[in-house]
């Protein structure tokens, strides 16, 4: 008998209708591959079926039983679980919170939770490691562990990950596709969400494609490499100029790339350290960067490099060391005089304000840039105040441009998909 079954499902916000009669099958113990775009409706779809939105229409039948205006916690007993996009834990739990969390359906049961959980941390050993630590202060990697731990302590039927690789190095996602399969090898069905095509011909075999709320394709993972115009609309950029369709425009660079050798020192760490609870996150760091200069940081996960970018920009004190931008020694100084100074940033995690639109995401982005900062001039609405206000419009319509996310201009940034908030 089939595990989940959609048909005809649609779902709206605020009368905005994004989901247009979805049909989509899992048979039990099967990984099924959800694919599309940004915005294509991937991540609503999976909370339509764990019950986190209410359909507006279709029916969602899930092991015999009709889940279509199930409360989450309904589905949860059932045996769905959900591993969401983006954040999935809480940064101020602990790792072992986390876990005793993940197993609050068989709190009476304490030893299948004693049991699950040291599965759990055999299967991730580096949770081990961090079982007394914040989940704030794991990688990004980490705490994708961490999220699948507590969904296999709540032993899913059906398993539905979004965004599995988002953010992630190709080694660590290996790694957390293996444990996928092992989930499966238990008999648990999957749905994985994934924008990389290269990903899901991984470990599914069966695929479906969204665009616009829309069911484009159903079958074999394989069949779809022979899409193309599924294919190009995803992966592949420039590949319309090869079939005679109109090309993709790509912006030129506004300058050519140019040697740093001469240039000055714009970032400098010399011997940071910082440690944890004991544990030494970062040691002995040394870094220039260079103005002008493009600089990657690489390593596993865990190797200190969000931890580097906090401790550079202000949100955590070094243990030892020193830290200078722009000549200026900004060791001790706090988060926002750096960001006077220049520094900005780009979080793993999208930190945006989810009740505001994108081009006022956008704007506040703009707040250190205003010439104005007066009160009385603001309300009387001084010709300062008018000039400052239509640069900022001008400036945040040319990013939306630039990202190409007119069409999410006046969408609040909750209704977003994963992907196209990292865009924001």
């Known amino acids: 008998m089939t595990l989940l079954t959609c048909e005809g499902v649609e779902v709206a916000y605020d009368r905005v209708q994004v989901l247009f009669g979805v049909d989509l099958a899992v048979e039990p113990g099967e990984i099924v591959a959800l694919l599309g775009t940004n915005g294509a409706g991937k991540s609503t779809l ?16 899930f092991d015999g039983c009709d889940v279509t205006h199930a409360d989450g916690v309904q589905t949860t007993k059932l045996g769905i679980i959900q591993v969401p996009g983006g954040k999935a834990v809480f940064p101020t739990l602990t790792v072992a919170e986390h876990l005793r969390a993940g197993g609050w359906l068989y709190r009476d049961d304490p030893a299948y939770l004693h049991e ?107 069949e779809l490499l022979e899409r193309d115009d599924i294919v190009r609309s995803v992966f592949l950029e420039g590949a319309a100029s090869a079939t005679g369709q109109t090309p993709v425009k790509v912006r030129k660079p506004v300058a050519p790339r140019t040697s740093v050798e001469g240039a000055a020192v714009l970032l400098r760490l010399r011997g940071v ?110 010709p300062g105040v008018v000039r400052m206000e239509e640069d900022v419009a001008w400036t945040v319509s040319d990013l939306i441009e630039l990202m190409n996310l007119g069409a999410f201009r006046d969408k609040f940034v909750r209704e977003l998909s994963t992907g196209t908030r990292r865009i924001v």
């Open 46 to 61: 999976l909370k339509a079926i764990s019950g986190v939105v209410d359909p507006i229409g279709g029916t969602i039948t």
């Open 116 to 222: 699950a959980t040291e599965q759990a941390l055999g299967t991730f050993p580096r949770l081990r490691e961090r079982y007394d630590q914040m989940a704030g202060n794991l990688s990004g990697g980490e705490q994708q562990m961490l999220a699948l731990g507590m969904a296999f302590i709540a032993k899913p039927k059906l398993l539905m990950i979004d965004e599995l690789s988002l953010g992630l190095a190709p080694t660590i996602v290996e790694q957390l596709l293996g444990i996928v399969r092992r989930i499966q090898d238990q008999g648990t069905a999957i749905v994985l969400v994934e924008q990389s095509i290269n990903v899901a011909l991984t470990v599914a075999e069966r695929a479906y494609f969204m665009e616009k709320g829309e069911v484009r394709f159903e079958g074999a993972t394989s």
């Open 273 to 382: 350290t910082k440690d944890f609870g004991g544990i030494r996150a970062v040691d002995d760091v040394d870094l220039d960067l260079h103005e002008g200069e493009i600089l990657g940081l690489i390593g596993p996960n865990g190797a200190g490099k969000t931890t580097i970018f906090d401790l550079i920009s202000g949100f955590l004190v070094p243990d030892g060391g020193r830290i200078d931008l722009d000549g200026h020694e900004v060791t001790y100084m706090s988060a926002d005089r750096r960001a006077w100074l220049g520094l900005g940033r780009s979080f793993q995690d999208a930190r945006l304000i989810p009740s505001l639109p994108v081009a006022e995401n956008i704007a506040i982005g703009l707040e250190r840039h205003l010439a104005v900062r007066d009160l009385v001039a603001a309300t009387l609405n001084l």
